[in-house]
């Protein structure tokens, strides 16, 4: 292995003065260039400022002499290859990895657990921002500079803590910044799954398939212009977003955090959204689009994940494969192509991409191998590399190469599909040799040396080290462009007036505004006359599990905040005195297709995913699955024609009818929370009117009912007539379902909605709107 070290790198293990160190009170001072940019570093670092050319630079590596990387006169290209010519192997193996989730403070049990000294936050004595043992060794030991923030307990805490990672890994080698990175952060509802990124005050949007809805691509750049300012002054310079999967599929999980169905309007909206998150203007331009208000975007998930058979996700064992029965694969590739890949910003491209976890069944035609999509050479190397030509950061997802070490509906599980049986270090070089630079979710850099080591008896000593220093340029490529280099500090009261200011959160609620899709208004029933009297049943929900597989407890609660809605209308909890119902419903939640009770009884342990609310048999479904694992202990045959599921939200249902009986011909309103397409034949012609949303405020909700606002917005789906078209369509087909139809005579298809006035008919429906 190559032996050469970083000047001033530590050797052996975690220094004894690092924990001291990382917790030292960061003081920042700042240098300011003539015509250049401001520098900021800490007083404890050691690094120093030269100066030459009447310029000043800061001294990372300490070595009293200006090198190449240290010069922001050059370009990034040019100081992210010097730079990687200078690191060691280790230091490039650190590179590499993308850090656990990491929440801020640190949580005392579950998944995103970790200590202060030895204890507990609660019982350490620490500071919110103060650095967990665990981020200490992975900084210090594993030279692990990239990091996926969750929750935070405010903006002043998130920058206090950016500032104390930047001050220890400034003081470290050759002082390489950290990457701080975060899923999307931004929708109004907090539950949603893969909204980690919830907690702190930020401003509040539509989930992903929400502003899908509002068919606005302007809207879709401002958003990201507004969550980068608001990223970066958390802190965070990269964006695990946007999801631009087309969701072929409507029973698919992820479903909401997509832009919908249609690869034309993905396109235009990823591409809207990553100009919005990349670009940075005027002064704050540093070159070429790049600069201090710039996030880089990892756009999500080559080649697509929205074809997984039945619906079904492969965060879990039972959904590890997408299928193509209509031979549509190309199609999933347009939102990247034609969108991500295509900016009409200085940018040019997505600066990063992530593959998904799926196996994308017999797609590849030169290697035919069935592995996951980060392992196959075909789909890297071949396809994104050389016929698209993408040289960006390729990060896989989380946790895939780690042993698969639970159940198959298990989220909380490494995922080596279709690498199952090799070692971990295998995985990694595997993974490098197909084209991939980065690793998410592994914090340790011993596997990715082992998959070094193999590489230089396969390949020699010349041949890794080129390849180690190709994926460490792309890495620092995307920090030296956003001036992280300069100055990656922040100061926490000015980061506390950027983060969820009045103006970007009033932006944030007309977008909402914007999302909500009117389906039906029978007789001009809405809107609503204010001060008029309101009956809202109580919501149901039984005990289950949520989506990491925590258990639930069962409630009974007020689905919204009654003293929002007690601003519009007056509350009674007696439909006889009512005006009208209210009933407020989420689309049908019906598991992840696997039946850990099935499988015990001598069964596949495969089930159904329904997207209707009564109890569901799959007479309709597929005799044979199109794909499945031959290994003793799982099944090759997946299908789950003829078995049945409850659906877990079925007392939703039972609410509209109920007091659809109890208001006896007064008129009964639906507000709809989807998160996926759902089947609405079980209730809509008991409805008046039923206003969809995707994640908004309470109060977004009311406004629309009482006409502060027209609904603008249209469906960025199929809403299907029933399961058996549900059943029938192609998992990689858009558009291949039977729509419902509803009492009015109106067909719930793509670029559907309605207005005070009717149907919507405009620019938008002529753009997007498929003929059928």
């Not at 030991?141 to 996926?148: A, F, G, M, P, V």
């Not at 469906?715 to 558009?735: G, I, R, W």
């Amino acid at each position: 292995m190559d032996k050469k070290q970083d000047a001033g790198e530590e050797q052996g293990n975690l220094a004894e003065g690092d924990a001291s160190r990382a917790q030292q009170a960061v003081h920042v001072q700042y240098v300011r260039n003539e015509g250049g940019p401001t520098l900021g570093f800490s007083v404890t670092s050691g690094v120093g400022i030269l100066q030459q050319d009447g310029l000043f630079f800061k001294d990372l590596n300490r070595s009293g002499s200006l090198e190449p990387y240290e010069d922001w006169r050059l370009s990034a290209e040019e100081r992210a290859r010097d730079l990687a010519s200078r690191l060691s192997v280790e230091r490039i193996a650190g590179l590499m990895l993308y850090s656990r989730h990491q929440s801020i403070p640190a949580a005392s049990g579950g998944w995103f657990a970790s200590t202060y000294r030895g204890r507990p936050y609660e019982e350490s004595g620490a500071k919110p921002w103060e650095l967990t043992d665990e981020q200490i060794a992975f900084l210090a030991k594993d030279h692990l500079r990239h990091i996926l923030v969750t929750t935070v307990e405010s903006p002043e805490a998130a920058a206090r803590w950016n500032n104390q990672v930047q001050a220890f890994a400034e003081g470290t080698g050759l002082g390489i910044p950290a990457n701080n990175s975060s899923d999307p952060r931004h929708g109004s509802d907090a539950s949603s799954e893969f909204n980690a990124g919830s907690g702190g005050r930020i401003s509040m949007w539509p989930e992903t398939l929400g502003l899908a809805a509002a068919f606005d691509p302007l809207l879709v750049e401002r958003f990201g212009e507004i969550a980068a300012m608001e990223y970066r002054a958390l802190g965070l310079t990269t964006a695990l977003s946007p999801q631009i999967d087309i969701a072929t599929d409507p029973r698919w999980f992820r479903f909401n955090g997509t832009f919908g169905e249609d690869s034309v309007l993905s396109a235009d909206l990823a591409r809207a959204y990553v100009d919005g998150f990349q670009t940075s203007h005027g002064e704050r331009e540093l070159a070429g689009g790049w600069g201090f208000d710039s996030v880089n975007a990892m756009v999500k998930h080559w080649p697509g994940g929205g074809s997984g058979e039945g619906g079904r996700d492969a965060h879990y064992g039972c959904g590890k494969y997408a299928v193509y029965p209509g031979d549509n694969f190309d199609e999933h590739l347009t939102p990247f192509t034609e969108g991500a890949f295509k900016l009409s910003g200085k940018t040019g491209r997505a600066s990063a991409v992530m593959p998904y976890y799926t196996v994308s069944v017999d797609q590849d035609p030169v290697y035919g191998e069935n592995v996951g999509n980060s392992y196959s050479s075909y789909l890297i190397r071949d396809l994104l590399r050389e016929k698209y030509g993408y040289d960006g950061v390729v990060c896989t997802d989380w946790l895939i190469t780690a042993d698969e070490t639970a159940s198959r509906d298990s989220f909380l599980s490494g995922k080596p599909w279709g690498v199952e049986g090799l070692s971990v270090a295998e995985r990694h070089y595997k993974l490098l040799m197909a084209g991939v630079d980065q690793f998410g979710g592994n914090n340790e850099m011993e596997p990715v040396l082992e998959a070094y080591r193999i590489g230089v008896q396969e390949h020699g000593e010349a041949y890794m080290r080129a390849r180690f220093e190709q994926s460490a340029v792309r890495l620092l490529r995307n920090m030296f462009r956003l001036g992280l280099f300069e100055n990656p500090y922040l100061e926490p009261e000015e980061s506390s007036r950027t983060v969820g200011n009045p103006a970007f959160m009033q932006e944030g609620y007309e977008a909402q505004l914007k999302s909500m899709v009117l389906l039906k208004n029978k007789g001009g029933q809405l809107p609503l006359q204010r001060g008029k009297t309101v009956y809202i049943p109580k919501r149901f929900t039984p005990a289950g599990k949520d989506w990491f597989g925590n258990p639930t407890p069962e409630r009974c609660e007020y689905p919204v905040n009654l003293d929002i809605v007690s601003r519009y209308f007056t509350v009674t909890e007696n439909p006889d005195e009512a005006d009208f119902g209210l009933v407020f419903m989420s689309s049908p939640k019906s598991g992840s297709g696997y039946s850990q009770e099935d499988a015990d009884a001598g069964g596949n342990g495969y089930v159904p995913l329904s997207l209707q609310y009564r109890p569901y048999t799959a007479v309709h479904a597929r005799k044979t699955s199109l794909a499945g694992d031959a290994r003793p202990e799982d099944a090759l045959d997946r299908s789950y024609r003829d078995k049945s599921v409850t659906t877990h939200n079925e007392a939703d249902l039972d609410a509209v009818l109920e007091t659809r009986r109890r208001m006896g011909g007064k008129p009964v309103v639906v507000s709809l929370l989807l998160a996926n397409p759902a089947v609405l034949g079980e209730f809509e012609g008991e409805v008046d009117a039923i206003l969809a949303n995707f994640g908004v405020q309470d109060q977004a909700v009311m406004e629309m009912l009482t006409g502060g606002a027209e609904p603008s917005g249209l469906l960025p789906m199929q809403m299907p007539a029933n399961m058996q078209t549900v059943e029938e369509q192609f998992e990689d087909m858009a558009h291949d379902m039977e729509c419902h139809v509803d009492t009015e005579g109106h067909t719930y298809d793509f670029a559907y909605g309605m207005n005070w006035s009717g149907v919507i008919e405009d620019e938008r429906t002529r753009k997007y709107r498929r003929s059928r």
